[in-house]
């Protein structure tokens, strides 16, 4: 067999306890056995980060973001240096890396930082000297020489990095579910396993809430054509692979996703004229809040209403600002809500076939479920619900789509 460099990550479950640690040991050194030069990436056991998270607010309800980083980047330490240790009781050559030693250039901004470059050389020299090479995931240094970390769940980026740098001939991302599924196989039974998806189709459902892959992990994989395998560390079987064309014989819809880490806010009575959403939407960029969905009313005896949607965690900093300017818009009010969700719908098919957005409202409509917002692009259509209608509207969906014919 032919020698070739492939890239493991393995998610926090699949290390959270020795006996993981020993399964993902096996895993590693199997492939490094079959003649391939192996480069693994881990993230933290379990709910290390949540956990350490937790001591932090115990001592310092606001910590900087350095210390934090600091703090955080410890958990991926432990589990690379735990499964080298296996790995060398199994009698292997190994060596564990932390994200600077593995050559994580990022940019400075604490608790978010990009991936600026990697300079893999100690990785190469490592792997010269046949060993298996196990990097710290979700972390890397900054120009200050701190540590700096990539955003809850990075580690996926940080593996798609090191494939994409070193053209590597296969990066696997192992989890604890065995693929891409059509909806949350934990919550929907009838979810279906595709065996492949489309880049783009990718990026909206991990976009739009499916917690499978990071969503910068898939930018970066596009950009650089690095084809990815999701596939469980538990059960060996085949994955899904993400690469930039899916089946041939395309599925209509790919997937299902409901996202709760949203809140919807309105700017009542508002002049009819032009330039106010201008004046709003670019007062809201300057601080960094992202918008989402955007909803205005028509006019109305010269007064109209604005809609919108951001994450829940800024839709307090996202009111005050509004309060703050009132009078620069002239609104009557300002009313919010959180308690909604996103549920959406992702296809590179819908592109070309008509109809598949009443399909979908015929399926919210069949359970009596109101839609607040909508929204589209190419490939994907979005509706704002009631929180509590989030569980029925994906099964109403799905089975629409999957589960009848
Ligand atoms: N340990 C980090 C987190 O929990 C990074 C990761 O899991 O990818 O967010
Ligand atoms: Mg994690």
């Not at 100690?122 to 010269?128: G, N, S």
């Not at 969905?293 to 010269?302: D, E, F, P, T």
């Not at 549920?343 to 009443?358: L, Q, R």
């Amino acid at each position: 067999m032919c020698m070739a460099l492939i890239v493991q990550k393995f998610g926090g479950s699949s290390v959270k306890d020795a006996e993981r640690i020993n399964n993902v040991a096996d895993i590693v050194t199997s492939t490094y056995k079959e003649g391939n030069d192996v480069v693994v990436v881990v993230s933290a056991q379990g709910d290390t980060t949540d956990d350490f998270i937790a001591k932090a607010e115990e001592i310092n309800e606001h910590p900087s973001k350095r210390e934090m980083d600091m703090l955080l980047s410890a958990g991926e330490q432990i589990s690379a240096s735990l499964l080298a240790m296996a790995i060398e009781r199994m009698g292997y050559p190994v060596v564990s890396l932390l994200g600077w030693q593995a050559g994580f250039d990022t940019t400075s901004d604490y608790g978010n930082a990009r991936i600026k470059k990697v300079d893999v050389s100690r990785i190469k020299k490592e792997l010269d000297k046949r060993r298996i090479v196990v990097v710290t995931g979700f972390q890397g240094v900054n120009k200050y020489g701190d540590m700096t970390t990539l955003g809850r769940g990075g580690s996926d980026t940080s593996a798609v990095a090191i494939a994409a740098t070193m053209h590597a001939d296969l990066c696997q991302i192992f989890t604890d579910v065995d693929g891409v599924y059509t909806a949350d196989p934990r919550k929907i039974p009838g979810a279906i396993k595709l065996s492949s998806i489309s880049y783009d189709e990718m990026l909206e459902l991990a976009t739009l809430g499916a917690q499978v892959l990071h969503n910068r992990s898939v930018e970066m994989a596009k950009k650089y054509n690095i084809e990815l395998e999701v596939l469980s560390s538990l059960t060996r079987r085949k994955g899904t692979i993400v690469k930039e064309e899916s089946n041939v014989e395309k599925m209509l819809i790919s997937g299902v996703a409901k996202d709760d880490n949203i809140a919807r806010i309105s700017i009542i009575g508002v002049p009819d004229k032009p330039g106010l959403a201008f004046k709003i939407f670019s007062r809201l960029a300057s601080k960094g809040i992202n918008v989402d969905i955007i909803l205005q009313s028509i006019g109305r005896n010269g007064t109209k209403d604005i809609s919108f949607t951001v994450e829940k965690d800024k839709m307090d900093e996202t009111i005050q600002l509004l309060h703050e300017n009132e009078e620069r818009w002239g609104a009557s009010n300002i009313v919010s809500d959180d308690n909604v969700t996103k549920v959406s719908i992702v296809g590179a098919g819908m592109e070309s076939h008509p109809g598949v957005a009443a399909e979908m409202f015929e399926a919210l409509f069949s359970r009596s479920v109101n839609i607040q917002m909508i929204s589209t692009s190419e490939i994907k259509i979005s509706v704002l619900l009631n929180k509590a209608d989030g569980d029925r509207a994906v099964e109403a969906i799905h089975e629409k789509f999957f589960e009848t014919n």
